[in-house]
């Protein structure tokens, strides 16, 4: 292929070519297992872009009101029909007075029920993704436990006193960013959960929580 000729995004394949200019408005959806040219910036280098390209959401909550001595409070559930990666969950929060909340991550390989679950709305990181398939809950009450695989994170966190002022630093899990792999979720039983190791919450205890995944 002689330099500079313009092609399509994805009809390059069998030019003799080194490579393609990356075209940002294009959306191309490549057979698995073809041969593809590698992509370009504008300045003719090979491209590398470090924002993934899966199907990302988040969910959150705000002044959730933990019920008593709480165990599971927010959870991702998996998809019968997709992958979820959990890439992230954080949680930080505020109380009468300046206390202090030991949290934890736990992996279910079979959702919990019941619980009075509210479905934290799912928001998508990009409008061309479809609506998400896992499922995003807070629960009212203490739900009836999945099984338990095992506990993946634990951390003390500590909540500020209401009206200081002053706001805490939240805890943050972060997963898939250290060439470790994310929180993998392989079906629509599995399950991670923040846990509260069922705690008496200091009074006016209220959490702020968000959970971010990605599917596939």
């Not at 559930?77 to 300046?98: E, Y």
């Not at 499922?135 to 209401?162: E, F, H, K």
């Not at 705690?199 to 596939?216: D, I, Q, R």
């Amino acid at each position: 292929m002689e330099a500079g000729r313009v092609v399509p995004t994805g009809t390059g394949v069998g030019e003799p070519t080194m490579g393609q200019v990356y075209d940002p408005t294009a959306t191309p959806a490549f057979a698995a297992k073809s041969f593809q040219v590698v992509a370009l910036d504008p300045t003719g280098a090979q491209m590398s872009n470090n924002e993934g390209r899966k199907a990302t959401y988040s969910g959150s909550t705000i002044a959730y009101t933990p019920y008593a001595t709480p165990q599971d409070i927010v959870g991702v559930i998996g998809s019968a029909s997709k992958r979820v990666r959990a890439l992230r969950f954080a949680v930080s929060g505020r109380a009468t007075q300046a206390n202090q909340l030991d949290v934890q991550l736990v992996k279910r390989s079979t959702a919990d029920t019941g619980g009075t679950p509210s479905a934290l709305t799912a928001v998508a990181h990009d409008s061309n993704d479809g609506a998400a398939s896992a499922t995003c809950n807070s629960y009212g009450a203490a739900p009836t436990a999945g099984t338990l695989v095992g506990a993946i994170r634990a951390q003390q966190i500590n909540l500020s006193a209401t009206g200081s002022g002053g706001a805490a630093v939240p805890a943050e899990f972060d997963f898939g960013t250290a060439n470790d792999k994310a929180v993998v979720l392989n079906s629509g039983s599995e399950g991670l959960y923040l846990n509260l190791n069922g705690a008496t919450m200091p009074a006016g205890t209220v959490l702020n929580v968000f959970v971010e995944w990605s599917e596939e």
